[in-house]
C-alpha cells in the first residue's frame, strides 16, 4: 500500500470514529509495513493499530467497546482494514493510565 493510499484510510478512520464517538484522544498508526509478505497484505488492507479516548466508552466492557468502534467502522473490515488492534480507554482511565510501552512520559 502506497503511503497516498494509507493517509486517506487513516483520514476516514479518523473521520468516521471522531464522528461516532468524539474523542477525547484519537491516535491512528498504520502498520502495513510491518506485515508486508503477509497473506492478507495481498488483499490490499492494512494493519492498524488504534488509541481512543472517549466519554462514550463509560460504564461498557471491553468487548462492547470494541463493538462499538468496529460499528463505526463497518464497511471497512476486511477491505481497508484488515487487521485492527484496539487500545479503548474512558477520559478517566486515559487520565491515570501509563503510556504504552516505548512512550516517554515527559
Known sequence: ?????????????????????????????????LHSGHEGAGSGGGHYTVSIVSAAFEQMGLAHRHRLVYKALAGMVNREI???????MTPSEWQNSPPPRGVSSS
Do not use: C, F, N, W
Not at 2 to 16: C, F
Not at 82 to 88: G, S
Open 82 to 88: 484488515h487487521a485492527l488492534a484496539l487500545r479503548t
Open 1 to 33: 500500500m502506497d503511503s497516498s493510499t494509507s493517509g486517506k484510510i487513516v483520514g476516514l478512520i479518523k473521520q468516521r470514529l471522531t464522528s461516532e464517538l468524539s474523542p477525547a484522544h484519537l491516535e491512528i498508526v498504520d502498520e502495513s509495513h
